[in-house]
């Protein structure tokens, strides 16, 4: 299929997020030609002429442009600026406050990412392997998980949280093990906020990271939250960006592994509700038929999870056969030469399954043969070549620009982390020469 299967509509979202890096790489974020065109950027997933075929234009888009290398190098560091300008590195001593014109920026720009996570898993492949991506997206959760709620964090943690459940719900084993990895399941544990949406998408994550059938049991304000929720998205047929009725169904299905839940929800007539529910809602699968079965029936949770991994098997073959049929190869001049060039992810190289940084159940502090740099603003292209550096030697390499003020004579500190820092580290100071 060649690009210009789907007209103008393909050429202008190109080029709308080719305007939005540029303007990004030159700083330009605060102008209201950025702002626009971060608004494109969202509306390019439903626009207002949508072709018939909208799904594979959304599939397109995702597997041709934002999966692009050059491309999502630039997008997520559009999204760690946006969110270090939102939530500051300094926020837990000099900035009491987000600074909520860029909150509702990196809402926008989140939830543009989540859209296209929807519809093609290769793309959200590459985010949930981004190092830079996730190490954002847990500094963010952490901070909010400490600071008082304004009315621009509730929706903000909210997308978040969604985005990482977008993901989950793709029930692919390696998604699942990296975000656990992250540590981000021992962060929203602890949250305390009392925002339902909040409470509803933690529960989800929860649900997706389990790995006891007894984390699965929900308490009863909890189950009443989700059935809520239920009724509204998927038996009411209401659109929810947050709470998508395809992912609230994989989460029904495995609430139901646990027998009280099982129980409670049968009690709730919730398979009534599911029988009369048109065949549409399958979404290309068995889905609804065997959501029936596990929720109607005693299925040992052997047979019940087999079931599931089947079901999440054939919607993964769905979405990935639908990307080959739409997705380009490129000879000669690829989309990627009219984008701007960035730095690599440092996750890109990594195996499948591990992250760059690990973070353990029990120890939310676990560094494993990093190095960090702190350096003063005014010393940053020199911190820089240093970073390049070590790079070339295959070294993973953090910043850590606000340590530097507590070491006045020396303008960088490399910080080598063989093991966990709780135990040992070796530093090696690099002196100013000019």
């Known amino acids: 299929m060649s690009k210009n299967d789907f007209g103008e509509l393909y050429e202008a979202t190109s080029k709308h997020i080719k305007r939005l890096i540029i303007l990004a790489d030159s700083k330009k974020y605060a102008t209201a030609e950025f702002g626009e065109s971060l608004k494109s950027f969202l509306n390019s997933y439903s626009p207002e002429d949508a072709p018939t075929n909208i799904t594979e234009y959304r599939t397109k888009v995702a597997v041709d442009i934002l999966s692009k290398l050059s491309v999502f190098n630039n997008l997520i560091s559009i999204y760690r600026e946006l969110g270090r300008m939102a939530i500051p590195l300094s926020y837990s001593t000099f900035n009491p406050l987000p600074c909520e014109k860029w909150v509702l920026k990196l809402m926008e720009f989140q939830q543009s990412l989540t859209n296209y996570m ?57 998604f699942t093990k990296i975000l ?29 990271t389990y790995t006891d059938i007894s984390q699965l049991h929900l308490k009863e304000q909890y189950v009443e939250l989700f059935v ?74 052997i047979d019940a999870t087999q079931e599931i991994l089947s079901l999440a098997e054939a919607y993964r073959s769905n979405i990935a056969e639908l990307e080959e049929k739409v997705r380009t190869y490129f000879e000669g001049v690829s989309i990627d030469e009219f984008l701007l060039p ?28 990093h190095i960090m740099i702190s350096y003063s603003h005014n010393d940053y292209k020199i911190a820089l070549k240093i970073k390049e550096s070590l790079e070339n030697e295959e070294i993973k390499v953090f910043y850590l620009s606000y340590i530097y003020i507590y070491i006045q004579q020396e303008f960088i500190i490399c910080i080598m982390f063989p093991f966990a820092y709780r135990y040992v580290f070796l530093t090696v100071s690099c002196h100013s020469t000019h």
Do not use: W
Not at 232 to 242: A, D, E, L, Q, S
């Open 228 to 301: 809520q929720q239920f009724h509204y998205t998927v038996i009411g047929r209401r659109k929810n960006h947050c709470f998508d009725a395809s992912i609230l169904i994989k989460v029904l299905r495995l609430l139901a592994l646990n027998s009280e839940n099982r129980i409670e929800l049968v009690n709730r007539d919730i398979v009534h509700h599911l029988i009369l529910l048109p065949d549409s809602q399958s979404y290309g699968t068995n889905e609804l038929s065997t959501t029936i079965h596990i929720l109607s029936s005693n299925v040992p949770v």
């Open 342 to 369: 960035t730095e690599p992810d440092i996750g890109d190289d990594q195996s499948e399954d591990t992250p760059s940084v690990v973070v353990e159940e029990g120890n939310t502090y676990h560094l494993d043969g």
């Open 180 to 208: 656990r990895d992250y540590g981000l399941r021992n962060i929203l544990t602890r949250y305390t906020c009392h925002d339902p949406k909040i409470k509803l998408a933690i529960n989800i994550f929860l649900t997706f």
């Open 118 to 174: 929807i519809v093609s898993i290769s793309f959200t492949q590459k985010l949930i392997k981004s190092d830079i991506y996730l190490t954002e997206v847990r500094r963010i959760l952490h901070v909010i998980s400490t600071m008082r709620m304004s009315e621009a964090i509730l929706p903000l943690t909210t997308l978040i949280i969604c985005a990482l459940n977008t993901a989950l719900a793709y029930e692919y084993n390696s």
